[in-house]
């Protein structure tokens, strides 16, 4: 399970043809309204079959915390067709292999298998996603899993640490809690509640099924497979529904963690949305700026210069609601106030001093190789269409690579940059106890 989202950097458009040997997404419904997207890639040696459901924790009401997740753990204990471990039994006789993962904002459940066993591994995929059979035996029992699953990240430092900075930073708002769940509610939670979320959120037009590779090889099979699934069969969701707004809190905080072997220094600030995917692309390129690399601008400064830190990491996380730039420093606890001090003076001469030529290409072509080498196999294509149909993005892969010539190292500066103004993080220090 991955705790936030994985994002795939977007690069600069500096040849042509910007993504040669991918062709564009071809989407279309199904008569229920479900989505499905599909991209063929000739020279794959296997179909990727992957469905995606705004189905995170995102959603979940307050009772229900933790149950995205759980259910993501039930759909492998059968469905209605399918005893608990069946499904992996063949699909790894199929010769394929499969795996899920929940977020904040969606789930996605997905599938590499041989081409002429993709019509009978899609059967096997959407029912088992689609008809859960949720067991109260398989269900006591894999509860304990989740469990235990929760323990264990409450018993890293690192974790804990992350999860009290995005509770100071969010709030109430569901991107503050935990995706693996509270306590409480996980011990409450029964197959019938879960069979309510499932079928609340696991509606037609709140799921796409990204299907890409080999997918000529497949043959028409795939095609009547699909028009007879459990996909084709769904109720539609009864009415719009709109994302709920993230405001972050700026603000200090401090706290002792037990069997923490270093002091942590960690940060977040708010940036645009998934949906502004400009603001996002610039937002890509500043975070490269500032600490991708040995030569980046933070890393410079007080690893190698000041050697003050022991490491330094910003990571964007894309979201629908807002996305996080989270900055992790690990470094001994009496240097905190000069780390502190060093990262406000990096961001105040960002702030006066342009970007040079060589720092500005140096950015485009880091985000460009990232994005570029996420889209060399199957896997890496169905997750990227599959998630921005989901969240209705209906582009051609390259319109990422377009978009990103709006930015200029000026724009830069004084556009993006003020978003990160330490004055409008969310600060938490994590000592040893």
Known sequence: MQILPRFNRLPQADCAPLLPGLAPPQSRRLANGARVVSLAMPDAPLVCLDFWCRGGSLFERSEESGIAHFLEHMVFKGSQRLAAGEFDLRIEALGGSSNAATGFDDVHYHVLIPPEAAPEALELLLDLVLAPALDPEAFAMERQVVLEELAQSEDQPDDRALQVLLG??????????????????????????????????????????????????????????????????????????????????????????????????????????????????????????????????????LREQLRIVESIDLDLHVMECASLALLEVVCEADDLPAVREAIQTVWQEAMADPIGAAEWQRAQRLVTNGYRFGLEAPGGVAGLIGNNHLWGRDQELARPLELLAAWSPERLRLQALPLLDPRRACLLEALPA
């Open 168 to 301: 100071h930073a969010c709030g109430s708002h569901n991107y503050g809690l935990p995706i693996l769940g509270l306590r409480p509610r996980l011990l409450a939670h029964t197959p019938e509640a879960m069979a309510s979320f499932q079928r609340r959120r696991y509606r037609a037009d709140h799921c796409v099924l990204a299907i890409t590779g080999a997918i000529a090889a497949a043959g028409l099979e795939l095609e009547t497979a699909l028009n007879t699934s459990a996909l084709a069969s769904l109720q539609p969701a009864v009415a719009g529904e709109q994302l709920p707004s993230l405001r972050l809190r700026p603000g200090e905080h401090r706290i002792s963690l037990p069997r923490l072997e270093s002091a942590r220094l960690l940060m977040a600030w708010q940036l645009p949305a998934a949906s502004d995917q400009e603001g996002v692309m610039g937002a890509d390129l500043l975070t490269t700026v500032l600490a991708e690399g040995r030569r980046s601008r933070l890393v410079e400064r």
